[in-house]
């Protein structure tokens, strides 16, 4: 009874977050994320009237979860992407460091593929669908946690909007990692309390969304300083210098 | 097991930056462009001439004090004035800290509009700012466990590093505020012609 007091909640939330984005326009600005919602609303609402059908629901279930994990890679980029739109350099520093992180991800996994020896536990990903599920949500939150650390160290100011975005997807992500090896570790046995940890996170993340997105919300941008921005290099070499040879000293003094 | 720790140390650690986001959001100015210029500029004014002078820290970790109170004082005069001198080297470095903090803010702020910007170099930057903030740090701990006269080596260490540091950054203060100042206030062709 209760999840489907949340299915339906969540429906009428997706709904109403999509008309909102209509009046105020904001669908224009987040075109990959409101794809996704109504991808997400398409198929819940599918699911809704074939639940009683085992088989055509699984299929309707199998077949959206790959779209939904691909499009939510696409808002992970669009978080990126408006989180650091005003800010060339923190951007450029998290798309190559977010090529990085993805080329040693896959790489490993690739390697750990190669000599069957998964740290992900990907080798039964034929009969675990869950479980490939999972790892691609562990990517997703890696970047996440990527773009986090971006913002915190660069001091960026998120608008209300990216914000929302970011804390939604971000619990959800979370809760949709840790759930599924909950169930995995300790079997059927709390496996109701752990689907239904999923759907009221998920509520969760629509109320953020909802109000996150309710109105457009405009972020104050720092003003930049010309000279500085073409003496970069210059100016990164010599503070570096700088701090080198003070940092020696302070070693010095403190190994002697 | 190792799926449960991965899955868990991935998935907290998420929540955990996001708490991290929306605290700094929380303590974040709310004020547009013009704020943020005014904290630019007390930052680089802070900057450079914030830094103690190299005769004040001479003086603080000089031995003729300690000698001359040693010799003409009552034991609990003594204690009363290591104890002090201990407090005051702590709060100098301290000062330091704070001011390669402030630098670090200021070089983080500019950076990031820098569409040239280097991975490399950033992350060179930023271990040695953190490297510098560890030194100050492990400074402070030799200063509090021993005090400033604890080993005469080591003393006269900590007073050439601390003129050094101040004589370096300094330097490294009056080129960045030599930049900034006239980056935020005039024509940067202008500037470029002069540099």
Not at chain 1, 34 to 54: D, H, I, R
Not at chain 1, 136 to 165: C, D, H, P, S, T
Not at chain 2, 163 to 171: F, K, L, P, T, W
Request: net charge positive; with cysteine; glycine share 6%.
């Amino acid at each position: 009874m209760l999840s489907k007091t949340i299915w339906l909640v969540g429906l009428l939330l997706e709904a109403a977050i999509l008309m909102q984005s209509l009046r105020s326009g904001l669908f224009r600005r987040f075109p990959v994320f409101y794809t996704y919602l109504f991808c997400v609303l398409v198929s819940s609402a599918g699911m809704w009237f074939v639940q009683k059908e085992p088989w055509p629901y699984f299929l309707f279930y199998w077949i959206s979860q790959p779209v939904m994990i691909f499009l939510g890679y696409g808002v992970v980029l669009e978080i990126m992407h408006h989180a650091l739109i005003h800010y060339p350099g923190a951007e450029r520093f998290a798309r190559v460091s977010g090529f990085l992180v993805f080329a040693i991800l896959f790489s490993a996994l690739a390697a750990s593929w190669l000599l069957a020896r998964n740290p992900f536990a990907l080798d039964p990903w034929y009969n675990h669908l869950e479980v490939l599920e999972r790892d691609f949500r562990m990517v997703q939150a890696i970047f996440l946690v990527l773009i986090a650390i971006v913002v915190i160290y660069y001091r960026i100011e998120l608008g209300k909007n990216v914000q929302g975005l970011l804390f939604g997807l971000g619990i959800y992500v979370s809760v949709s990692i840790m759930s599924p090896e909950l169930r995995l570790y300790f079997d059927t046995k709390f496996e109701t309390a752990y689907r239904e940890l999923q759907s009221v996170t998920y509520l969760a993340t629509l109320c953020i969304w909802a109000v996150a997105l309710w109105s457009t919300a405009e972020v104050p941008v720092p003003p930049r300083s010309a000279a500085i921005e073409a003496d970069y290099e210059r100016m990164a070499e010599r503070i570096r210098d700088r701090l080198r040879s003070a940092r020696s000293y302070l070693r010095k003094a403190v190994s002697e | 097991m190792i799926g449960l720790i991965l899955s868990f140390g991935i998935g907290l650690g998420l929540l955990i930056f996001l708490l991290l986001v929306w605290r700094r959001s929380q303590s974040v100015s709310p004020e547009g462009s013009g704020q943020k210029l005014i904290d630019a500029r007390h930052a680089l004014q802070r900057l450079q001439t914030g830094l103690l002078p190299a005769e004040f820290v001479g003086r603080l970790f000089n031995h003729e004090d300690w000698d001359y109170v040693k010799s003409s004082a009552p034991t609990d005069v003594q204690k009363q004035f290591l104890r002090e001198r201990k407090r005051i080297s702590i709060s100098w470095v301290r000062r330091v800290r704070t001011e390669v903090l402030e630098l670090r803010r200021f070089h983080l702020g500019q950076s990031r509009f820098q569409e040239g910007l280097s991975l490399r170099t950033e992350i060179r930057v930023g271990l040695s700012f953190t490297s510098l903030l560890l030194s100050c740090r492990m400074l402070e701990l030799f200063l509090w466990l021993r005090g400033p006269y604890a080993v005469s080596r080591a003393l006269r260490s900590t007073t050439r590093a601390a003129e050094q540091v101040c004589a370096i950054s300094g330097r490294s203060l009056a080129f960045l505020a030599a930049r900034g100042f006239d980056a935020l206030g005039k024509d940067s062709q202008r500037l470029r012609v002069t540099s």
